[in-house]
């Protein structure tokens, strides 16, 4: 079978990559609503799954919400070192925003194992003690959302934003379905499919958007 490559610079592989998505969604007919666009096309870039265009579940005025959270200096807090990793922080903070993972904290781990719950139950709790705005984005772990839903639902936190998408079989789709009643702006991947590079994916295209509206 004869191979036919594209070649082309390293700076043109995502444009192109770009151009295909454009493509394939206008080939099914596909054509999201405007505020949502940049964040289900930029999640395809990363997954090459166009599932997205349905799993992804937008509150009203969800990207709008974040992005004047994220332009007024609030820090973004991930459940996984990853997504930490995959989100533009350089940025980030030229919003006045940061990044923070709290997951390999040792007295996250140490209070985690005493009080026999999650890592990421305790890095929700450390999350709400943080006296600033902030957007949560959870790409793995289910439980990270269930504590978020139970501290929104007791007063405890008031995020200005969740990006609510990890993935797995265990409590996932249930921790998902929670957020959607939480009131809170929020982006949902609802079913199994997320992962930490989807939630890093998210927040990089609210960021890239909101830096090409600043110019």
């Not at 079978?1 to 454009?22: A, C, H, Q």
Request: hydrophobic share 45%; charged share 25%.
């Amino acid at each position: 079978m004869d191979v036919k490559l594209e070649y082309m610079k390293p700076g043109e592989i995502e444009t192109r990559s770009f151009e295909i998505i454009r493509q394939e969604l206008e080939d099914r007919g596909i054509h999201p609503d405007p505020e949502m666009d940049a964040v289900i096309r930029r999640v395809i870039h990363t997954t090459a799954d166009f599932d997205y265009v349905d799993n992804l579940v937008f509150s009203p005025g969800a990207v709008r919400s974040m992005k004047e959270a994220i332009a007024s200096g609030a820090w973004i807090v991930t459940d996984t070192n990853m997504a930490r990793s995959g989100i533009n922080r350089r940025l980030l903070s030229s919003f006045g925003g940061e990044c923070r993972c709290f997951m390999s904290e040792d007295d996250v781990a140490a209070e985690a194992k005493k009080r026999g719950v999650t890592r990421a139950v305790v890095s929700m709790e450390r999350a709400a003690a943080l006296d600033r705005d902030i957007i949560v984005a959870v790409g793995n772990a289910p439980t990270a959302l269930v504590r978020l839903y139970e501290m929104i639902r007791d007063g405890m936190i008031s995020p200005r934003g969740i990006i609510g998408v990890p993935v797995g079989f265990v409590n996932v789709v249930e921790a998902k379905e929670l957020i959607l009643k939480t009131g809170v702006p929020h982006i949902v991947a609802r079913g199994r499919k997320g992962g930490s590079n989807v939630a890093a994916a998210i927040v990089n295209a609210i960021l890239y958007e909101l830096d090409s509206e600043r110019g």
